[in-house]
């Protein structure tokens, strides 16, 4: 009965260890998305006209590859406040890893 016991536990803890592993490797890589995936991402936005009301044309918007300064500031922008909003939540998280632990927090 014992023995039974003690194998359901390590499976148990195997599993919990897996789901603390995933979330962590899938938090990392959607944080490393943000940062290293924009200058790629920065052209196509571009190219699909976000933010190009901002620029001053007359009538129609033809599709440009360079941006306008007020849309090439409102990408920045939007690419700052992300990054700023990606610390803040990195060290509210650090607090509560302080706080309850990995174990709480890592799954949840």
């Known amino acids: 009965l014992l023995k039974d016991t003690t194998v359901a536990d390590a499976s148990s803890s195997m599993?919990?260890?897996s789901a603390v592993l995933a979330s962590a490797a899938?938090?990392?890589l959607l944080n490393?998305?943000?940062i290293f995936g924009y200058s790629g991402l920065f052209p196509q936005l571009v190219a699909h006209g976000a933010f190009r009301d901002r620029c001053n044309t007359d009538g129609d918007?033809?599709?440009v590859t360079e941006p306008c300064?007020?849309?090439a500031q409102a990408l920045t922008a939007m690419f700052t406040i992300a990054t700023c909003a990606l610390n803040i939540c990195s060290?509210?998280?650090g607090v509560l890893?302080?706080?309850?632990?990995?174990?709480a927090v890592g799954v949840g």
């Open 32 to 34: 490393a998305g943000l």
């Open 97 to 103: 890893y302080d706080r309850f632990g990995p174990q």
């Open 69 to 71: 300064a007020a849309q």
């Open 91 to 93: 060290i509210l998280a």
């Open 26 to 28: 899938l938090g990392c």
């Open 15 to 17: 599993l919990w260890r």
């Open 61 to 63: 918007m033809p599709m």
